[in-house]
Nanobody, 123 residues
Framework: QVQLVESGGGLVQAGGSLRLSCAASRRTFSRYHGWFRQAPGKERDFVSAISWSGGLTYYADSVKGRFTISRDNAQHTVYLQMNSLKPEDPAVYYC?????????????????WGQGTQVTVSS
């Protein structure tokens, strides 16, 4: 069983930055890794995804130009650099790994999930 562990969440002022990490216990043989977020009382939303090679990246419109996803396959780690954080960004951020084909933007397509890391933005 693959374990994904997120880290890097915390409290930051609006306009600030955070870098989230997602470390896998071993190679996941996944086509994509994705980041999703869920705010209290809301559904889990797609944030970003990256292909295994790193050659393909996807972003939700709400984070385009502010967030950057990357990966280090040697370290089995995926990162989410979050800049210019806004008051609407706070949520629990989840890392996920997707083995099969299908859209990387749909959470139901993902096979493995981390426990989440809290991001809080103060105004």
């Amino acid at each position: 069983q693959v374990q994904l562990v997120e880290s890097g969440g915390g409290l930051v002022q609006a306009g600030g930055s955070l870098r989230l990490s997602c470390a896998a216990s071993r190679r996941t043989f996944s086509r994509y890794h994705g980041w999703f977020r869920q705010a209290p009382g809301k559904e889990r939303d797609f944030v970003s995804a990256i292909s295994w090679s790193g050659g393909l990246t996807y972003y939700a419109d709400s984070v385009k130009g502010r967030f950057t996803i990357s990966r280090d396959n040697a370290q089995h780690t995926v990162y989410l650099q979050m800049n210019s954080l806004k008051p609407e960004d706070p949520a629990v951020y989840y890392c996920a790994a997707k083995v099969g084909v299908g859209s990387p933007a749909f959470d139901r397509e993902y096979d493995h999930w981390g426990q989440g890391t809290q991001v809080t933005v103060s105004s």
